[in-house]
């Protein structure tokens, strides 16, 4: 008995029968505008929300990426590529956005500088298209700045996790942040302490521990101030002093030896060093530092927190700590 054969939907089936279903792509059709108006609309379906019809806090597109024009503090323009994430508000009774115009709105600016106020434009356009009471904007991007050695006069470049922040609320109140995070060398106090110690009472040579270390810091920033991410480099060197090197000879790495050795710092101490410059900067609202220092002693880390503390303000709630291993 012959076997029957199988109908195929995709493909050309046994002895060459066509499959159920045509599969073509007309590279020539264009869409005219009556087209474009009669297609479907998700937000015009009745009764389409799926599970419990409440408002949504967020909801968006993460991680779209685009080159965008970033102003330095000397007025120079640099190209980074920038990682962005936009979210809205969703009120209940919607069933969800239109998350295409989240990105068309950058594209529509993308010839333009860079900035905290500039996010406030994008924010208010992403509410006035999207029917949004809040919207959220985060770009994050790897800023190059120019370091010269320590002893030898030679430079390169160091490049630094940055994020530029805006939130708006309903009633359209703009808050700007920024977020730095900074590399840094922590030698341990005790441990110095303990191989002078075996090196004065024993003639023992030691070498006292130390290890690579980050410190995040995120900023609100005042409303009409002007803060720029040297202004935050320059306060987390000034703070902690012994960033990692980019360019090294042996009389710059004697420095960075000589350097740790002068500047030696527990975790605790890097939280409260870096406490000192952003309090007294006016232009800083208010702030959270969250510090790692990836321990060579032990098999794990040593991490600290610390907020400004003002009443309502940011909280010491840094948990991601993974994020800092550098």
Not at 212 to 223: I, Q, T, Y
Request: proline share 3%; charged share 25%.
């Amino acid at each position: 008995m012959k076997k029957a054969s199988k109908k195929m939907y995709l493909h050309r089936g046994p002895g060459g029968t066509a499959p159920a279903i045509a599969r073509s792509y007309d590279a020539q059709f264009a869409a005219s505008a009556a087209y474009r108006e009669s297609l479907p609309d998700m937000m015009e379906a009745q009764d389409a929300i799926a599970g419990a019809p409440v408002a949504i806090q967020q909801v968006g597109v993460s991680n779209f990426k685009l080159p965008l024009g970033f102003k330095t503090r000397r007025g120079e323009v640099v190209t980074l590529e920038t990682s962005v994430k936009g979210t809205v508000s969703l009120e209940a009774n919607l069933k969800g956005i239109n998350m295409s115009r989240i990105v068309r709105s950058f594209y529509e600016h993308r010839a333009e500088t860079v900035s905290l106020d500039w996010l406030k434009r994008i924010l208010q356009q992403y509410r006035k298209k999207v029917a949004a009471l809040t919207a959220r904007l985060r770009l994050t991007f790897s800023y190059p700045l120019l370091q010269t050695s320590l002893r030898s006069g030679l430079d390169g470049f160091q490049y630094y996790t940055v994020s530029y922040e805006g939130w708006m609320d309903a009633q359209g109140r703009f808050r700007k942040f920024i977020e730095f995070d900074f590399v840094y060398s922590s030698a341990c106090p005790c441990s110095a302490e303990l191989s002078e110690h075996a090196r004065d009472v024993r003639e023992a040579y030691a070498i006292p521990h130390n290890q690579r270390s980050k410190a995040r810091v995120r900023v609100e920033v005042a409303e009409r101030a002007r803060l720029t991410i040297e202004d935050l480099h320059a306060h987390c060197l000034g703070a902690l002093r012994t960033e990692t090197q980019v360019m090294v000879k042996r009389e710059d790495e004697q420095a960075f030896a000589e350097l740790n050795g002068a500047y030696i710092k527990f975790v605790e101490d890097a939280a409260r060093l870096l406490y000192l410059p952003l309090q007294a900067d006016k232009r800083i609202l208010d702030f959270q530092i969250a510090c790692a220092h990836l321990e060579s002693l032990h098999s794990h880390d040593a991490v600290s927190v610390i907020s400004k503390g003002i009443p309502g303000g940011m909280a010491a709630d840094f948990m991601d700590f993974k994020s800092l291993i550098c």
